[in-house]
């Protein structure tokens, strides 16, 4: 069955550092999202992205953050200048149509000490 | 403001009790309500609920939605410690999902 991969799978930072968490989503899905959780907390959206741009951010998405997606499979979220709240479960996930046959890739553990 | 509120937080049966998991929304431009199991990792999809009183069933799980009232529930029947998750109810709008913060079910021997 098709998955979403993502990398690494946990990833330690110190803080101000920046950081690239990777996804590989499914391939003939269009749209692709980014999610984070932090321990014991809800599922928050971040951002979802459609033919090369973003098409909806969250408030938590602010300027430290970026996606992009440099070719035809890797879909990355940046963060420039980790800060210690940054630490989080973070996942990707993507689907063929928004809200239809969405996966989510197993996440990336991020802790910033 | 946009939010999905999921009841109860925690929940504690025991095997082979029947459970009912509710969601309730208010968002703007709804489009699909949707229920996932969360183990360890990523959440794993349940069902895709888009039109009110139409029952989705996948074996001892069920779900269905009401739209006018704006809200879902989760029925687990005959539970087994196996379901034991936090069960997270998402509400698709716009261009993104919104998730509530879950219910925990724990199931005991």
């Known amino acids: 069955e098709p998955e979403v991969t993502q990398t690494p799978s946990h990833q330690v930072t110190q803080m101000g550092q920046e950081v690239i968490l990777r996804c590989v989503p499914i391939?003939?899905?269009?749209?692709f999202y980014w999610y984070r959780q932090i321990l014991g907390q809800k599922v928050e959206f971040l951002v979802s992205f459609y033919n090369n741009e973003i098409s909806e951010k969250s408030e938590i998405f602010d300027d430290q953050f970026s996606v992009e997606r440099p070719d035809g499979s890797n879909f990355t979220l940046k963060i420039r200048s980790t800060k210690l709240e940054d630490s989080a479960m973070y996942f990707c996930?993507?689907?063929?149509?928004?809200?239809?046959?969405?996966?989510f890739g197993s996440g990336t553990r991020l802790t910033v000490v | 403001e946009d939010k999905v509120v999921q009841s109860p937080l925690s929940l504690v049966v025991h095997e082979g009790d029947t459970v009912t998991l509710n969601c309730s929304y208010e968002?703007?431009?709804?489009?699909?309500l949707l229920w996932y199991k969360q183990e360890k990792k990523a959440p794993t999809f349940l069902f895709m609920l888009?039109?009110?009183?139409i029952e989705k069933k996948s074996g001892r799980l069920s779900s269905i939605l009401d739209k006018k009232e704006l809200f879902s529930i989760l029925n687990i029947t005959a539970t087994q410690t196996g379901d034991s998750a936090v069960y997270l109810c998402?509400?698709?709008?716009?261009?993104?999902?919104?998730f509530g913060a879950g219910t925990r079910l724990t199931v005991k021997p």
């Open positions: 391939s003939n899905h269009l749209y």
């Open positions: 888009t039109s009110s009183g």
């Open positions: 998402a509400v698709w709008h716009n261009n993104d999902m919104r």
């Open positions: 996930a993507s689907s063929v149509q928004g809200g239809i046959g969405y996966t």
């Open positions: 968002v703007t431009n709804f489009r699909s």
